[in-house]
Nanobody
Framework: QVQLVESGGGLVQYGGSLRLSCGASGRTFSNYVMGWFRQAPGKEREFVSA????????HYGDSMKGRFTISRDNAKNTVYLQMNSLKPEDTAVYYC?????????????????????WGQGTQVTVSS
């Protein structure tokens, strides 16, 4: 089992920044591809970003490229999501997740079905 706890969400103005954190406990953190997803009210869950085991490879959803940065610190069992230039359409509950993937594949990292463990989410609200 892997337990994931997100933090860092909140209310921010248009154009502002937030840094989300996701702390993991349980099994070896570095054995998992880590991902961020989000879900807005009335919408389907959306892929945000994924990062490989050592952090050397990353993948982003199209609307996040150039604005969001994913990173991880395996010594701290933590994955981060730095979000800049936030827009009202970024408003959602953000979830981190862990996937026991074999081999890096951006497509696989973007598929929520491949993730074995999920956090409870943190709310991000961007006001206009």
């Amino acid at each position: 089992q892997v337990q994931l706890v997100e933090s860092g969400g909140g209310l921010v103005q248009y154009g502002g920044s937030l840094r989300l954190s996701c702390g993991a406990s349980g099994r070896t953190f570095s054995n998992y591809v880590m991902g961020w997803f989000r879900q807005a009210p009335g919408k389907e869950r959306e892929f945000v970003s994924a990062i490989s085991w050592s952090g050397g490879r990353t993948h982003y959803g199209d609307s996040m490229k150039g604005r969001f940065t994913i990173s991880r610190d395996n010594a701290k069992n933590t994955v981060y999501l730095q979000m800049n230039s936030l827009k009202p359409e970024d408003t959602a509950v953000y979830y981190c997740a862990a996937a026991a993937l074999i081999g890096w594949n951006p497509g696989a990292g973007a598929n929520a079905r491949n993730y074995n463990y999920w956090g409870q989410g943190t709310q991000v609200t961007v006001s206009s």
